[in-house]
């Protein structure tokens, strides 16, 4: 029996997972964007978003006492040992949808890294610092295209509020820590989910006002991501993205 | 037995390898080479920082460092990457932005100010988009000449 993995293990890997599964899901786009400018747009930000996974994933496996590689991590485990917040697993749907994802993760995402710039856990600093450059262009983006279209025709507001209706559930997730997360806010090495809440909710609310959209009203909030809990689309989803790892383990480029 | 290189032999060295995306610019001129030191035992270390932590070409670009070293007789270079302090397009040198600029590259400019179009530098340019062909660019439009053209985004 192993010793259990350590909470800044799990962080480091449930970062990584929010990363590759959200990366990948843009990465769906490639081909099929509205307009050529954002389709180069999701690709570019599934790349960073990746390429800042890569990076939490080799953290996690230098501190993983076996050989485990970013590699392992990334392609060898089932949907159960996954700690993605469920918003980011969630289906393109229509390009309202894909938005709205985005601005979701990335208003948590923004000032989440600022703050974890400062960790005392330099390998996490090192990071944010790099993802912060990256994930301010992100919210520019999403930012914009939720006023774009919330405030633009009778079909985008429309299409806009039903994203809304359908992805307002997932947003509470990126603000409930898990076990592992409470040891890390508790020992100051991760932001507080309480301090980063205000800045959060104004930047949200202010955008879905400036876009003439409904602040949904329901209770229900939907978690377990985390945990290991996910929605049935993942499943979907690491099939295709581990398919080649598990038809013929161990290939390399 | 190989004889020990300077440092500045060996930036000299460094200077044929060339981003894959941009060739114009070398990895000096982009600003990636944060160190390199020979040690006491002629031994080389060299170390890069990526541009974009999803940059494709990173790994490309390390296999090419240490293939122009070999070749210079530099048997076995250790090449290191860095995150920390994170690139910045401030490190880019001058003769990498003159060069980004006849290659029909706008230079990195200061934070909010318009790239001035590289064919006809007039400065009444539009963003069409903040993303471009590679994580570094975006692409812009020259409102005068009506050029399309790339933009290297401050960093």
Not at chain 1, 156 to 174: G, K, N, P, V
Not at chain 2, 28 to 49: F, Q
Request: hydrophobic share 35%; net charge negative.
């Amino acid at each position: 029996m192993s010793a259990p993995d350590s909470p800044l293990f799990l962080f480091a890997r449930h970062m990584g997972d929010n990363g590759l599964i959200l990366g990948h899901r843009l990465s769906e786009w490639c081909g099929h964007g509205p307009v050529l400018e954002q389709d180069i747009t999701m690709t570019n930000i599934a790349l960073d978003l990746i390429g800042q996974a890569r990076l939490y994933y080799q953290l996690a496996a230098e501190m993983h006492p076996s050989d485990l590689t970013e590699d392992d991590i990334a392609y060898l485990r089932p949907e159960r040992a996954y700690s993605n917040v469920l918003l980011v697993e969630q289906p393109n749907g229509d390009f309202a949808h894909t938005v709205l994802r985005q601005f979701l993760f990335d208003a948590w995402h923004l000032p989440f890294l600022h703050r974890l710039c400062d960790s005392p856990e330099s390998g996490l600093g090192e990071i944010a610092a790099k993802a912060v450059k990256e994930v301010s262009y992100h919210y520019r983006w999403s930012r914009e295209w939720v006023i774009r279209l919330g405030d633009g025709t009778e079909e985008s507001h429309r299409r806009m509020t039903q994203a809304l209706d359908d992805l307002w559930i997932y947003r509470e997730e990126l603000l409930l820590p898990s076990d592992w997360e409470q040891t890390l806010i508790r020992s100051e090495i991760i932001p507080d989910p309480d301090v980063l809440r205000p800045e959060w909710q104004h930047a949200i609310h202010a955008t879905l006002s400036e876009a003439g959209l409904p602040i949904p009203q329901t209770p229900v909030i939907q978690q377990g991501g985390k945990n290991g809990i996910h929605t049935e689309h993942l499943g979907h989803l690491l099939a295709e993205l581990q398919y080649m790892q598990r038809a013929y383990p161990g290939q390399v480029w | 037995m190989t004889a020990t290189r300077s440092r500045d032999e060996i930036l000299q060295i460094l200077s044929r390898v060339c981003d894959p995306e941009i060739p114009v610019l070398t990895v000096l001129d982009l600003g990636i080479i944060r160190d390199v030191s020979v040690e006491n035992d002629s031994s080389v270390i060299v170390t890069i920082t990526p541009t974009y932590s999803g940059c494709p070409a990173m790994r490309l670009i390390e296999t090419e460092i240490r293939a122009v070293l070999v070749e210079a007789g530099i048997p076995d270079p250790v090449i290191r990457t860095i995150l920390h302090p994170a690139w910045t397009t401030d490190w880019m040198t001058p003769a990498g932005r003159e060069k980004l600029e006849r290659f029909g590259i706008a230079p990195p400019q200061p934070r909010d100010q318009h790239p001035p179009c590289p064919r006809c530098h007039s400065r009444n340019t539009r963003e069409l988009s903040a993303f471009g062909s590679t994580a570094c660019k975006a692409l812009w439009q020259c409102q005068d000449c009506k050029e399309p053209f790339d933009y290297f985004k401050c960093h």
